[in-house]
């Protein structure tokens, strides 16, 4: 697994994948949050609060990490490998593992430059270091879990076709619709929407974003990243077989 997954980071860092993804994700950070007026500029809100950054981040990132995964599984079907990656002395699971372990990582290393933000409102609250530290805190850690359920669905619909288009297109849809479809789709299920607003995503990174780290929040986000990991080994059994 761990041989899979440092393939896969330099693979990214190889070609200009990687920094590719790095830089978007930290340029389009640092124009709505810092450069362009409107609800998202923290220097127009007033607050020393990374509120704004939270609820940029998970859009940002429906279209950055199908990006990222679309070639994980895609890439190696078009090139005819995948065959010679199922002969592998390693498990299905160890591979899908490491692929998506790989993944995983490289939107960790892009997100730890935004550190950064924490230091910066700190210095500008007043008092200085007037910040909500717990809040923050819980809502890097709901995000992280976000990414991962974004990545384990990337690397499911990467394993659908060999086109890497179609599996970008896949995930953002799919990415969508775990994240806000579900909280769309409650406005017309009457009687049931709090129950239909739970099975998305944005319910519970929410609830993590308010620094409350609620078991029933992490396990949600543990089982949907599961559900499409299980979904990839299927789908490699059938082309194994």
Known sequence: MRSI?????K?????????????????????????FDGEYNILQSGFAD???FFTLAPWIFIFLIPAVTMRSFSDEKKQGTIELLLTK?????QIVNGKFLG????IVIALLPTLVYVCVISSLGMPEGNIDMGRTMGSYFGLLFLVAAYTSIGIFT???SENQIVAFLLSVFLCFLFYFGFEGISNYAKGFEDAVSRIGMDNHFKSMSRGVLDTRDILYFVSVSFLFLSFTVFKLKSLKT
Do not use: K
């Open 103 to 106: 993944s995983f990582l490289l």
């Open 11 to 35: 693979s990214f860092f190889g070609s200009p994948i990687g920094y590719l993804v790095i830089g978007l994700f930290l340029l389009l950070n640092g124009l709505f949050l810092w450069v």
């Open 89 to 93: 002395p390693l498990s299905l699971w």
């Open 50 to 52: 990374l509120s704004p």
């Open 5 to 9: 997954a440092l393939r896969e980071i």
């Open 158 to 160: 990467s394993t659908l």
